[in-house]
């Protein structure tokens, strides 16, 4: 399957970092991200394929093709080697990128997300995706919610609430089940110890899916990385609590600046 010319933003000077985002999601995710990071770095968010302003594919897809994506996209804008970081299946893309060109990579952030899943952890995730396909979305979308938000988040910014139930239901059912499959599907392990770039790992005290114990296993698996485990956060930490997520990823892209 060829790839697909992403739509994408670019913000910023300085070195390249690109920012991938999760299932269902958008690249305005990372906004205030971007904000925090613009004046040391040219940051570079896109939408997946069949998410926003991106092209629809043309029939199912795997990792490998969201791969070919990212790798199209570093090559439009003539980018040579970069920071690659993301949250969900976002962090299983950048090290699936990182696996096949290792060359390209400077650092890569793997947020919120998951790998060493016991198969108690992928029955949970398949029943999800399963759910979905029966009820259809709409109906597990508070499921999915009370999964990425604090109470006290959904209490408070109901206007955000609605703002990333309105991205997952304007993302085709066939392509949000299709990146659910894959994100229910891909097991790292086996192959995480063969990425050597230096990497953040960071995810939510209280993310169920992506939680801190798959995080110590995903940070130990990997010759040179970090573990950040954010207290009282769930999944959707860049929409809830970027003010807590960025000093910790500022410190670590400048500090993989000055040790380059």
């Given at each position: 399957m060829a790839a697909i010319d992403c739509a994408y933003?670019?913000?910023g000077e300085g070195p390249p970092l690109f920012l991938i985002h999760g299932i269902g999601?958008?690249?305005a995710t990372f906004a205030r991200l971007v904000e925090g990071?613009?004046?040391r770095f040219t940051c570079i968010s896109y939408d997946l394929r069949g998410h926003g302003e991106s092209p629809?594919?043309?029939g199912r897809f795997g990792l490998d093709d969201l791969v070919d994506d990212l790798e199209a996209l570093r090559a439009k804008l003539g980018i040579e080697r970069a920071h690659f970081a993301g949250h969900s299946l976002g962090g299983m893309i950048g090290p699936a990128y990182a696996r096949r060109f290792p060359d390209r990579v400077r650092s890569l952030?793997?947020?919120s997300t998951a790998a060493f899943r016991s198969e108690e952890?992928?029955?949970?995730v398949r029943a999800v995706v399963q759910a979905m396909r029966e009820k259809g979305i709409g109906p597990v979308l508070d499921t999915l919610t009370a999964r990425w938000f604090t109470d006290a988040f959904v209490a408070a910014r109901p206007d955000v609430i609605a703002w990333r139930?309105?991205?997952v239901v304007e993302t085709p059912a066939d392509v949000f089940l299709n990146v659910f499959d894959i994100y229910a599907e891909t097991e790292m392990a086996p192959w995480l110890h063969k990425i050597h770039a230096s990497a953040q790992v960071l995810t939510g005290a209280l993310d169920g899916g992506c939680n801190p114990r798959l995080n110590r296993l995903i940070a130990g698996a990997m010759p040179e990385a970090e573990l950040v485990v954010l207290p009282e956060l769930k999944h959707a930490i860049f929409i809830e609590a970027?003010?807590?997520v960025l000093p910790h990823v500022r410190r670590f892209l400048l500090a993989r600046e000055q040790a380059a």
């Open positions: 933003s670019v913000a999601a958008r690249r990071l613009q004046d629809q594919p043309a952030g793997l947020w952890d992928s029955a949970k139930k309105q991205q970027t003010e807590q």
